[in-house]
């Protein structure tokens, strides 16, 4: 009987087992965050990163499914195994390659400054920055730079998401926002009255896939299928679709 | 032995005098909004709760609307409402107007006050038509006046009636204050984020946050019990 038993759960365990080896990956968004992921007019999810899952995962034969998640739960719904990777801009840290897997970067954008027009203050310049409000998007690579730069001089002042730090630059609470360059060139440079300044600033080694620890066999999955779409040219296809430049690491 | 404190903490990477202090600044914040909020929303309530109970409708009208408004839909939509939404009005940041508005601090507090005086309104109204009709009838018979009744029967027993479910009122709002870090204002919540944001380490960020938090409900219950006793002291069996 007991033979019976462990043979019968067995069993089971290799029947959940290749349902789970055939189960879609779930990946995981932080939505606004122009051009790399957005809802389109129709409401359909897209961008540049979701793009580049999609074809990743037509390159890896795996079923796909995105997950909408915010920024601030983004580490701990991948532990929790709420989804099993997130591709929403994650920028490669060592704080955080100490709690996730990262794939190969997969694109490097610096963080650029940008302000209501007529703003013409030196960013770098401390003692004209000072008690002006900048803002940033809470535990982004930006936020770390300002944090160590400005911490003292500047008012900081930190979002959950980008849209809300972009109301509050056009409703006059913020001077600067410091955020990752494309989503200030779509979202703040293509309104008027608003303008780059400065110097756009290069931040750590690039954004890649972050993953469970565990997960090794889809990171070497993710890593070669990210480098065939590099080579094959499918990468820079869909980069030419959302930006005039070259972000490829 | 500042010294001796400091080393002892800046071993760990959680718990180092930065992220203490920072707590500490997010404490004194929401404190201050917490405090204010409910001091302001119970000096509008009074009033409110008792020209709510008046029969003519186009006093209590009024006040209906309010606090069905304030208590129908969600605190966080109303901060949303008053902090992006005033500053999306043309032209409002050349009027004086903005000088109060800028800030987080203020919208937040105007937020939070209506709210919790439309609870309070509800709680005060409450208590005040549930006094039994012999106490007043009996004030009548003494020739009191409406004003001399509200003053000496009515509200004293209400507050007897109302002090439970306002402790209850004053703890919610304690808890709602956590809202406030999505408009960049650094309460004790937004501290934690803060914090959990640098370090990654959600357990230790919010688990030391909750315990502040429970603290703060240890010391609002103790406070609320004692008031309790006072007001309810004839209540007490003799000899206890």
């Known amino acids: 009987m007991k033979k019976i038993l462990i043979a019968a759960s067995c069993a089971l365990a290799m029947l959940t087992g290749s349902v789970q080896a055939e189960d879609s990956i779930r990946i995981a968004f932080d939505v606004p965050y122009e051009p790399f992921e957005y809802k389109d007019e129709n409401g359909e999810l897209t961008g540049f990163e979701v793009e580049l899952a999609a074809a990743m995962c037509e390159e890896m034969n795996a079923k796909c499914e995105f997950v909408i998640q915010a920024w601030d739960g983004m580490i701990p719904g991948l532990l929790a195994r709420k989804f099993d990777a997130i591709m929403s801009s994650m920028s490669v840290t060592p704080e955080r390659a100490e709690r996730v897997l990262f794939s190969k970067p997969y694109y490097n954008t610096p963080g650029g400054w940008f302000a209501a027009e007529g703003f013409d203050i030196d960013v770098t310049d401390m003692d004209a920055m000072k008690d002006k409000s900048v803002g940033v998007q809470r535990g982004t690579t930006m936020d770390t730079f300002v944090t160590e730069n400005m911490t003292g001089v500047v008012n900081i002042k930190r979002y959950n998401t980008a849209g809300d730090m972009v109301l509050d630059l056009e409703g006059q609470r913020l001077d600067v926002v410091f955020v990752d360059y494309p989503v200030g060139e779509q979202t703040i440079k293509n309104k008027d009255g608003f303008i780059e300044i400065g110097e756009s600033v290069k931040l750590g080694e690039g954004v890649g896939v972050a993953m469970r620890k565990r997960d090794t066999d889809l990171a070497k999955r993710a890593n070669k299928a990210l480098d065939t779409l590099k080579e094959n040219g499918t990468y820079d296809a869909i980069m030419k679709k959302y930006f005039a430049y070259d972000i490829k690491v | ?240």
Not at chain 2, 93 to 104: A, C, K, S, V
Not at chain 2, 219 to 240: A, D, G, T
């Open chain 2, 1 to 240: 032995m500042p010294d001796l404190i400091s080393q002892w903490l800046n071993q760990n990477d959680i718990f180092t005098v930065m992220t203490l202090l920072e707590y500490w600044n997010g404490l004194v914040t929401t404190v201050h909004l917490v405090f204010l909020s409910l001091l302001i929303g119970l000096v509008i309530a009074l009033p409110l709760a008792i020209l709510r109970t008046v029969r003519n409708p186009f006093v209590s009208g009024p006040i209906w609307v309010f606090t069905y408004l304030f208590r129908g839909t969600p605190l966080l939509i109303q901060l949303y409402i008053i902090y992006y939404g005033i500053a999306q009005i043309p032209g409002i940041q050349e009027t004086f107007w903005w000088l109060i508005f800028r800030e987080p601090f203020y919208p937040a507090l105007l937020a939070f006050t209506l709210n919790t005086a439309a609870y309070t309104t509800e709680i005060i109204r409450g208590a005040i038509i549930a006094t039994p009709v012999g106490e007043i009838e009996a004030a009548k018979a003494y020739g009191m006046s409406w004003m001399l009744r509200m003053r000496r029967i009515i509200l004293p027993n209400a507050a007897r009636r109302a002090v439970q479910a306002y402790s209850n009122e004053v703890i919610f709002m304690l808890h709602a204050s956590a809202i406030a870090s999505v408009v960049t204002m650094v309460d004790l919540t937004g501290a934690a984020r803060n914090i959990y944001a640098r370090t990654y380490a959600p357990f230790d960020a919010f688990i030391f946050v909750a315990l502040i938090y429970l603290m703060l409900t240890f010391i609002l219950v103790f406070v609320f019990r004692k008031l309790e006793n006072h007001l309810l002291r004839h209540q007490r069996p003799v000899n206890s």
